[in-house]
């Protein structure tokens, strides 16, 4: 259910980002956290291999704490 979004520079040149929605107990999106940065800073390999997990597990904690579900 959780969705992952990453933006390679599209928004903005020179800047990455990664994001993952806020879920309530009814399993809607209400809000959304993110990670982003420079690129020489926020890089490809620094999201797959840390940002992306943390940010999700993140996400989770916090609509869990909102009373979302998994599997609802």
């Given at each position: 259910m959780f969705v992952k979004i990453i933006?390679?520079?599209?928004?903005?040149k020179g800047?990455?980002?990664?994001a993952a929605p806020v879920?309530?107990?009814a399993g809607k999106a209400v809000a959304a956290i993110?990670?982003?940065g420079p690129?020489?800073?926020v890089t490809?390999?620094?999201i797959q291999e840390t940002l992306k997990k943390?940010?999700?597990e993140t996400?989770?904690?916090?609509?869990q704490r909102l009373g979302f579900r998994e599997g609802r």
């Amino acid at each position: 259910m959780f969705v992952k979004i990453i933006d390679d520079e599209e928004n903005e040149k020179g800047t990455l980002c990664i994001a993952a929605p806020v879920y309530n107990e009814a399993g809607k999106a209400v809000a959304a956290i993110s990670i982003s940065g420079p690129a020489f800073r926020v890089t490809k390999k620094m999201i797959q291999e840390t940002l992306k997990k943390e940010v999700t597990e993140t996400a989770l904690k916090i609509s869990q704490r909102l009373g979302f579900r998994e599997g609802r």
